[in-house]
């Protein structure tokens, strides 16, 4: 479903993501773990167009510009960031709907001329919202202004927005950071019940070994922006160069 | 929690509640809707349009007996009409927009282009040419400066405004000599002129009523949440789907052409136009407008342009003053107000239900993982 | 010929003039994140205080300029007070309106204390010329030219060679490191704003000379400067030197021939192509937080 190849991203000398290739089939969850530093966040931003990135992006088959920001929804590409990007002038609800598939209707035209067009996808939207938001357990804040929710349930926010667009593959960023084990748990149960649900495929950056474990089919680790292993849980945390790359002593960065 | 529908000024809108066929599941599917709708279609937009409006024409009759007063009521409703175009630009989408009064300058010129020139546009001609007119140029230069963040927009706009104030200078076929026209024919409207202060403010009133419509119509409609995602965080929203270029585009254009707009009220009512009518106290007085009322409503710049049109009345010995006053007021609203009078309302009201939670502040780095 | 060498000898000038506005509100920039909307103003404000203080406290030129110039480093230090320190904590937007507040705050006051009359700045040079191929060429263009080029080796070496030069740079590149690291955000945002106004009132005071001084002086010259900064690129000094050159000889030369009318328009046609073709922002900031 994803299949990016060749990725490389520079800050100025500075090799953040040094060609990582790397696929996400179909019905995989796949796991992106590797010290801090290795470039995972900045490989998962340079397939979301966030920052410059030279290599190849393929969606479904389709080939996906890089450093365009716009592009990514429509290639069906739903990201969860590492901080919550909540936006809180908005209500949940109004957040969740930033994202919604169906994008038609809602500019200038749709909002005097075609007013019947706009309500009628309106209202559709608004329950795609609402189950979404119920998915991830969030349907009593439907109305709630997003200002007032907290670091966990802005979490949730996120990863209901990115549900709603339909997107063919999931990319989250430490999930988990921030939440207390039940917390973590819960996300996991909700990560799952997305994929089997939904049948979305996931990319997930995390650090927490066993919710990786619950997870993920397989696991890519990088290094110092290269991908030095990858194969299922359980096995990869035996191998050696994973083991020195955590544990390993002082590396001059790339 | 139905919301009132505004008789005969356009076609009825459609409430939130109309139980069209519904999407899912047949019967069920409408009341269900409607209990999903986000809480700003709650907010009963038309009918304080319509309370406003109506109000505005029972009160202000009765309240200004002088002309003097009259024409400051007038005033106050032109500026509203920019005002509200410059919440768009600015309070809803975020743009740093420095142009509005070179907008009420072209509009200006343009209405009295129209009138003087070979054309003899009558009123309605005059306005609608002035709104086009801005509506294109904020077009143009829209589109140029599309993709660029904040302050390059921001410093796109200011040359827009010195480029235009060289042009205006020099093109006197268009802005006439020196820059200004006079003997600006006055409102002309199906067979009536409307010359006296009283005559041209239910003009004014007509003119805003309608501005306010389209306000509303706005604020209910996907391009406000649209607006707000790109002016808070254009790049996160980008990335979630948001077409934050085309919403900010649209509400730029369309705040400019309210500045065309007002542009062109002022000509045939005060008989002249010339764009240092509309120079950088003006320019400020907007920005002053829209922080002291409010930025974060569609009301604000109604409140605000209340208090710039009242204040100099109010403080006699003013004019050499008037700067300097407008200058530390915009200080002291952005240091101690930022959210002006009817956000303060706001956070007032919501204080007394004892729902408020302080919004972080933007950018705060939250614990990263 | 000699229409060339005088219209080369005004962009020059120009140009000098332009970098020195220029590299003025770039230096606070770097050093605070803030857009000064005051600085034409400032540039304006620089050049009555000369006139106070040739005319009325009977100074000699070069006297009352350097005095026009401390006391201009005095009001940079008053500016950081009242438009930055109150507004640390909040966006830095609210803070560039700030500045547009300060700017018609000292247009008031310029215009209450002087009146709003044109005032004139008389030269030590006064109105001699060169005569250069043929051309007479105001010898003020020369001092202008001399003197920006003096005070921006002085600028470039301060940022290269100096503590403040280092620290602003920290700052420029990552305020927050920059400020772990021991860098007194507060100590350079004053002093950069000193030095911001001095150069501001140094190219008020060059420029007088050769036109009016009035309220409206610096506004013109600021946009047209801040043109030059988009152009040569908001980042790099070199490059506001160069784009300040360029869009000096451009207006001067291309206008006088093809456009006079209208040369006043160049610098920012040349802005809307800039960009148009090239619209990253200034910095990205919010990348590095996701």
Redesign the interface.
Known sequence: MLSADGIEVRFGAVRAVDGVSLEVGDGEIVGLVGPNGSGKTTFLNAVCGVVPARGRLEVAGHPVRLGAPRVVARAGIGRVFQAPQTFEALSCIENVLLASADARARGLLGATVLRPVMWRRERRRWLEAHEALALVGLEGATATPAHMLTYGERRLLDVARAIVSAPRVLLLDEPSAGLNDSETAALGDLLLRVHEERGVPILVIEHKIDFLDRLCDRVVVLDVGRVIATGPPDEIWRDERVMSAYLGATRAEG | MTDATTPGAKPA??TGD?P?A???GGGT?AP??KR?????YRRHHYLAVVVFVAATAVLAPMFAESRSTQFLVNLWLVYSITGIGFYWVFGLAGR?AFCQTFMMALGGYMGAWVAQSSLEGGFLVQVALAVVASAVVATVVGL?????????F???T???A??G???FS?AEWFTGMNGTRTGIPPIRLFGRDYIAEDEVFWIFLGGLALVLL?AA??E????R??G??AR??A?????????????QL?LFV?GSAMGGLSGALMGPWTGTTGDTSFG??LA?GI?LML?LGGI?SMWGPVVGAAFYVAVPDLLSGFD?????????L??VT??LM?EGIVGGLGRLRLRLEG?W?R?????A????? | MEKFVALTASGIAYGAVLALVALGFIVLYKATGIINFAHGDLVGLGAYLAVWAVDDLNLPSVAGYLVALVLMAAVGVVMERIVRAPLRDKPVLVVVIATLAMAIVIRGLIALWQGSNPKTLVSPVGNRALHVAGAAVAQQRVVIVVVATLSIAGLVLLFQRTSFGRQVRALAADPDTAVLMGVRGTYVAMAAFALSAVFAGLAGILVAPLSAVDLNFGFSLMVTAFAVAVVGGFGSLGGVIVGALVIGLVQQLVGGYLWPEYAGLLPYILMFVVISLRPEGLIVVERSRL
């Open positions: 809108p459609p109309t069209a519904g999407p899912t599917a269900y809707a999903l709708r986000p809480g700003i740093f140029l400066v599309r993709r660029a963040q904040a302050f390059y921001a410093i796109a200011i040359a827009v010195e480029m104030r060289v042009f020099k389209l119509v706005i209910r409609s996907p391009l949440r649209d707000v995602a808070d965080n790049l996160v929203a980008a990335v979630v789907g948001v077409p934050t270029g085309r919403a649209t369309l950088i106290e400020i920005f922080l974060g050499k003053y008037a700067t300097i006053v407008y200058g530390a915009l200080l952005i240091i930022p729902r939670r919004i972080r502040p933007k950018g780095v939250d614990a990263v993982g």
